[in-house]
């Protein structure tokens, strides 16, 4: 009998904990309801909230790099006359200047190549360049229209009448649904806009997507609750 004393611990931990969590659960069909759709704007919050923080990391490394590329060509103006003077010393190894020249440009072909990929890594590290932030800021536009949606829909349901089987029920479990949508919508489009963009119709899609939920959810909004915003 003593070797099931843990499981029995364990199973009285289970059953105390599920029901503190019937304890502090809704109490009613609004209760359920708000917690619901605060979870979704939650979700929301937290795309939105990543989205963002791309976009700074994006601003922040092209302001780097064109500090950087200032400093490459500011030391190489002060390298043209240096330069000027090794040129004019090989004129005589011209003939074996071309010969390691030719060496030099199938290296710089491998170099370039290689650069290619350096940029392709850089890309999948998470950045956003040129016209992509401009993207992402409209993106997160609609990020933020759906966070204001979700809470232009919560605060009536909060002060509104009870919702029951006889009244505005469904209307309110189905604005949840398409708000479950609406939440794995943002996730999607913010995954879609990270780097690199190989299929730009999926990210029109997931954009579209939010779009058309958001419109779904506000058509189905009980008039019931209108008074109540």
Known sequence: A????PALRKAVGMVWAASDEVASGPLDNKGCLFRRLAEVMQGVKAAAKE????????QQAAEGGEGAQEGRQEAGDGDEAAEAGREAGKAEEEAEEEGR???ADDEGEGDEEGDGDDSDDFRDMGVLRGAEVGTAEAAAGLLGAAGGALRAISRPLLEGPPVDAEHCLDEWESLAWHADKLRSGCEALVACLYPPHDDPSELQGQAESVHTTLELMLAEFPEDYLGQQ
């Open 51 to 58: 989205l963002e923080e791309l976009i700074a990391a994006s």
């Open 2 to 5: 003593s070797g099931d004393a």
């Open 101 to 103: 020249q030719e060496d």
